[in-house]
């Protein structure tokens, strides 16, 4: 069962299966090139007050990301 990375919750752990964005922007090579690629574990650290943006580590790193921009990244539990 595939989820996106706007889905978990704080200290929910997952594994990125495929990275896609939507609107054809480029977001895609971005989210890669910060290390959200296929196989890596994510975890959500923290949500904003108002759930936008969140907080997550990736390979060691606190990455932020807007809502829209983790609903790219699709993920199984990890």
Known sequence: MSA???DLGPGGRARVVTVADAGGGGLTLRLLEMG???GTVVTLVKRAPFGDPLEF???????SLR????????????
Do not use: K, M, N, Y
């Open 36 to 38: 959200f690629v296929p």
């Open 4 to 6: 996106s990375l706007a």
């Open 67 to 78: 809502a829209a921009e983790a609903s790219c990244v699709r993920t199984e539990p990890a």
């Open 57 to 63: 580590q990736v390979r060691g790193c606190h990455i």
